[in-house]
């Protein structure tokens, strides 16, 4: 666990342990979007404590960049808070929340599953297909749905007078990105959309904050892989030469593969 990095003009960044996940506040005159809320209540009331050591008033807002519990299954610790997610985040929610809550029982510590089973779904209340704007007194934020990649659902923030994105699990630093939920062939091109809002900071779901460089070298890389994978399933390419030639991790590359093909 990090302290609070402000990144840019009132916007902060604090990383967190388990998963290295981000959590990021972005502060206008009259209200505070939070920005994920990490995987259980105990660990957003941890964060609710954190978020004292700030100087901005109470939690206005709250925005899932996607369905997966370690980004959201705290939002029960910030009641009666206005929650923004794409309408597939919500529609995962309500049809999956359950379900993935207790496939993840399978895979924590013991003495962490009574906080998993405690912890309420929450599914966004206010919902974006394409954009929508919050505006939070002197500061408009953008929430953006570019198209599918890490999921079908990503959401992404954009802060433009901070010049700050924040990028959920479209970008990974410091690991591979993760295929369970994902589209191959579509997340290149929603990471150009990222890259073409010009940011000078761009907040991963996972990792250290980084430049607009980290995000196109990924798309390169995602576009490598997809062109590789177009190749096996179009039978000019082994499964093996692929697996070679990725610039990922067998295991990880095994996993998109099959994605690719259930997704194509």
Do not use: K
Request: glycine share 8%.
């Amino acid at each position: 666990m990090t302290g609070w990095d402000e990144v840019a003009d009132r916007v902060w960044v604090r990383r967190y342990d388990p998963y290295d996940v981000n959590v990021t506040v972005v502060a206008g005159a009259d209200a505070v979007l939070l920005v994920d809320v990490r995987t259980t209540l105990r660990e957003a009331s941890e964060l609710r404590d954190h978020l004292l050591e700030l100087p901005i008033g109470a939690v206005t807002h709250l925005a899932f960049t996607h369905a997966h519990l370690d980004h959201c299954l705290g939002a029960g610790a910030f009641p009666d808070v206005t929650v923004w997610g794409t309408v597939g985040c919500r529609e995962a929610l309500i049809r999956h929340g359950i379900d993935q809550r207790e496939r993840w029982l399978t895979s924590i510590p013991e003495e962490e599953r009574h906080h998993l089973r405690a912890s309420p779904i929450v599914p966004p209340d206010h919902t974006v297909r394409d954009r929508a704007r919050v505006g939070l007194g002197g500061r408009e934020v953008d929430l953006l749905h570019l198209g599918r990649g890490h999921t079908d659902h990503d959401l992404v923030v954009h802060v433009p007078d901070a010049e700050v994105v924040v990028a959920g699990d479209l970008l990974e630093v410091g690991a591979p990105p993760q295929f369970h939920d994902a589209f191959p062939f579509q997340w290149p091109a929603t990471l150009s959309g990222v890259a073409g809002l010009d940011a000078e900071v761009v907040v991963p779901g996972h990792g250290a904050v980084a430049d607009p460089s980290v995000v196109t070298a990924q798309e390169a890389e995602l576009a490598h892989l997809a062109s590789l994978f177009r190749e096996v399933l179009g039978g000019i390419r082994s499964r093996a030469s692929a697996l070679a030639a990725s610039p990922y991790p067998r295991e990880t590359t095994e996993l998109a593969l099959t994605r690719a093909a259930e997704t194509s």
